[in-house]
């Protein structure tokens, strides 16, 4: 069936596609781990997949309107029969939402997952008088 809508062959794409992943996964190179933003009513509530980092590898800091995740994934020197996991820097830079506060941010890492609190400013309406010309 490949073979009908992919003329090079199986062995070419398979080729193609464990380049692609190498140079993906080079040494140097800083892995962004899958996260998500949820906001809630007070507080914006980001969680990162981080499997297998210790707390003592993570960095959570803020740089200006942005949160930096930064770390290392560490591998162990032994013979291997068979190696999957990815080793290596993480790196992620998260444009906080402008209700954002710097103050009170609260990070704990639980079961593989970061969980970074960050408290949100109570916007109040306000009612602005605009002059009629």
Known sequence: MLEKI???GKLRLRKAVEEALERA???GEAIEPLSELVEE???Y???VEV???DKNHLQVRLEGPYLVVEGERREEKRKKHLAE???GRIFRQYLLPPDAKAE???ARLKNGVLEVEIPREKAEAKAVQI???
Do not use: A, Q
């Open 51 to 53: 499997p297998g980092m």
């Open 25 to 27: 996964f080079e040494p």
């Open 45 to 47: 509530l980001l969680r």
């Open 41 to 43: 009513e007070d507080r």
């Open 6 to 8: 992919w003329p090079f």
């Open 131 to 133: 002059p009629v010309e």
């Open 85 to 87: 996991i990815v080793y």
């Open 104 to 106: 009170g941010v609260k």
